[in-house]
């Protein structure tokens, strides 16, 4: 069965210094995802990816996070300079025709120092 | 934008009893509702959705029923195991609007043998 694949799947960084995670997304699948899970928290949404473009994003997801999809098959998040409250698990997660089925990433933990 | 909650945060059953969950949605646009079950540390994993022109759905011991008018759609678990402890998360979308899937808090579910 296609999976959605993440690295790292655990990262340990200092404050104020830059971060990427990376997804490879399901082949057909069309639609993007970062959420992020603080330990013991719910599944927030942080920014939504289609057509090589953001087409929504939350207010978590301020000037210090981008993404991308730089060689058209992984799906990067970038933490320009993280701070404490970034420590999260983050999800990728893709979709093949944005309704809403999402399949997820393993997640990868970012711990910030 | 879409709220989703959901009851209770905390749930202890005796193995073999039944366990339900309960969420209200905000947005009457939302028209796919799916449930997922997180271990721990692990993906959460889609268990079963509904579609807003069905009033329930069975996949073995697992069913969730959905009340358009009232906004509200729960998550049954008949005879419970051990291995169903989790926590589990409903969500909702508008599958057809350029909205993201919106999750519960989550309800953590402790099955006891």
């Known amino acids: 069965e296609p999976e959605v694949t993440q690295t790292p799947s655990h990262q340990v960084t200092q404050m104020g210094q830059e971060v990427i995670l990376r997804c490879v997304p399901i082949s057909n699948h069309l639609y993007f995802y970062w959420y992020r899970q603080i330990l013991g928290q719910k599944v927030e949404f942080l920014v939504s990816?289609?057509?090589?473009?953001?087409?929504?994003k939350s207010e978590i997801f301020d000037d210090q996070f981008s993404v991308e999809r730089p060689d058209g098959s992984n799906f990067t998040l970038k933490i320009r300079s993280t701070k404490l409250e970034d420590s999260a698990m983050y999800f990728c997660?893709?979709?093949?025709?944005?309704?809403?089925?999402?399949?997820f990433g393993e997640g990868s933990r970012l711990t910030v120092l | 934008g879409e709220n989703v909650e959901q009851h209770p945060s905390t749930l202890s059953v005796q193995e073999g009893d039944s366990a339900v969950i309960k969420c209200t949605y905000s947005d009457s646009a939302s028209n796919y509702f799916p449930w997922y079950k997180q271990e721990l540390g692990k993906r959460p994993q889609l268990i079963i959705d509904?579609?807003?022109?069905?009033g329930e759905k069975k996949d073995q011991r697992i069913a969730v029923t959905l009340n358009k008018t009232a906004k509200h759609f729960s998550l049954h678990i008949t005879e419970t195991q051990p291995e169903d402890s989790a926590v589990y998360f409903c969500?909702?979308?508008?599958?057809?609007?350029?909205?993201?899937?919106?999750f519960g808090k989550g309800t953590r579910l402790s099955v006891i043998a």
């Open positions: 969500a909702a979308i508008n599958s057809w609007g350029n909205t993201p899937l919106v």
């Open positions: 990816f289609y057509n090589n473009e953001i087409s929504e």
């Open positions: 509904i579609r807003s022109n069905v």
């Open positions: 997660a893709t979709d093949y025709r944005g309704t809403g089925e999402l399949f």
